[in-house]
């Protein structure tokens, strides 16, 4: 099972502030995912990665940006936070030796203000 | 596209059997997949099926039916720390994207 982390686990900021979510993961899988989740509604995805320097947008349409210089690190920026921003952001990733299952990190709830 | 529909909600005894039913409509298809989300949590992975049957790991077994769009996941002798959202997924063929369904939430009351 991965190891995959996400900092902040909680973030409250103003609106126009520009915020970077941290993920990270140690297993060296080279698929890593962002989704967006609001209280009890489904996951989006909202960006992915199939390996360095490869980045795609997901289903959701999102003000978000992604990079992916390292293997082990998929970070997600907003550079002009909004209230309609406000949702839990979670990680997650796979490969091919995981026959496809994706395993999440704990989540980031950001709230702007 | 993919399409997955599973009940919004269900509510079941401690210490019964419940069974949460899940079918799907995809172009391809690369394995099913069950997740647990308890609320304001992350999803953790319970099981995975990619050929016809039943696959059983402890209190949790999941079945599928290629030819039929249908899965299920039956969890027996429920406990109130299974109360949470059961996600039902679809891996395309050719695709490592999953699409999630919009989650039965199980309710165990005493």
């Known amino acids: 099972e991965a190891d995959i982390y996400q900092t902040p686990r909680y973030l409250v900021i103003g609106t126009g502030k520009k915020i970077t979510l941290e993920c990270s993961q140690t297993m060296g899988h080279d698929k890593m995912y962002w989704y967006q989740q609001d209280p009890g509604m489904e996951l989006h995805l909202i960006h992915y990665?199939?390996?360095?320097?490869?980045?795609e947008k997901g289903d959701l349409s999102s003000e978000s940006t992604v990079s992916r210089i390292r293997t082990e690190h998929f970070p997600l920026t907003l550079e002009s936070a909004r209230p309609s921003h406000t949702s839990q952001y979670l990680c997650?990733?796979?490969?091919?030796?995981?026959?496809?299952?994706?395993?999440f990190g704990p989540g980031t709830r950001l709230t702007v203000l | 596209g993919q399409n997955i529909d599973q009940p919004t909600e269900m509510t079941a005894t401690e210490g019964a059997i419940v069974q949460i039913n899940c079918t799907y409509q995809?172009?391809?298809?690369?394995?099913l997949f069950w997740y647990q989300q308890h609320a304001g949590e992350a999803p953790t992975f319970l099981s995975y099926n990619v050929l016809d049957g039943l696959e059983e790991k402890g209190r949790f077994s999941s079945f599928l039916s290629r030819s039929k769009g249908y899965s299920y996941l039956l969890l027996k002798e429920l406990q109130m720390k299974d109360s949470a959202s059961y996600l039902c997924a679809v891996s395309g063929a050719g695709s490592y994207q999953l699409t999630f369904g919009k989650g039965t939430k199980l309710s165990v009351i005493p």
């Open positions: 990665s199939y390996g360095v320097n490869s980045t």
């Open positions: 997650a990733s796979t490969d091919d030796r995981e026959l496809h299952t994706q395993y």
């Open positions: 995809t172009s391809g298809f690369n394995g």
